[in-house]
């Protein structure tokens, strides 16, 4: 959670609050306030939750427009912390020191085969997922 407690009311609304807000909304619209109810009738165990499901669709609509207006303002920008772990092939001792130039040219190599299979992947699909009909080859 955010240590800026205004920053946590704000996560709070984004994540929470707006989308229960969108989906009475889009309820009350549709069928008055009987819709609205019905989602408090008993049968649904987390009639929040399942108004918060139904308003998701809408809420995360609506924060990447204001994100649009400002970055961070829809999708608040989380703080992480970020720290170096060691690589497991690199502790027991048999990667070699971290500035080998034989093991960067094996890593290279095997990051470079990896590319290649990925690329006769997305040539294997075909173009049906890009709009302009052809795909530029990964390099």
């Known amino acids: 959670m955010a240590a800026d407690p205004l920053d946590a ?3 709070t609304l984004m994540q929470d609050v707006l989308p229960v807000g ?3 909304v889009e309820r009350v619209r549709k ?6 109810m019905a989602a408090f009738d008993g049968s649904n165990a987390d009639p929040l939750g399942q108004l918060r499901e139904e308003g998701e669709p809408a809420a995360s ?4 427009q204001l994100d ?3 970055p961070g303002l829809g999708n608040p920008v989380m703080k992480v ?3 170096d772990v060691a690589d497991a092939s690199g502790a027991d001792g048999a ?3 971290p500035g080998d130039p034989v093991e960067l040219q094996q890593r290279l190599a095997a990051i470079a085969s990896r590319l290649l299979q990925l690329e006769q992947i997305l040539l294997a699909e075909g173009p049906s997922g ?3 009909g052809s795909s530029a080859p990964l390099r």
């Open 81 to 83: 912390e970020v720290r």
């Open 31 to 36: 069928g008055g306030a009987r819709q609205v």
């Open 130 to 132: 890009s709009s302009s």
């Open 9 to 11: 009311l704000r996560l």
């Open 22 to 24: 969108l989906a009475v």
């Open 61 to 64: 609509r609506m924060r990447a």
């Open 95 to 97: 990667g070699g020191e």
């Open 68 to 70: 649009q207006v400002s």
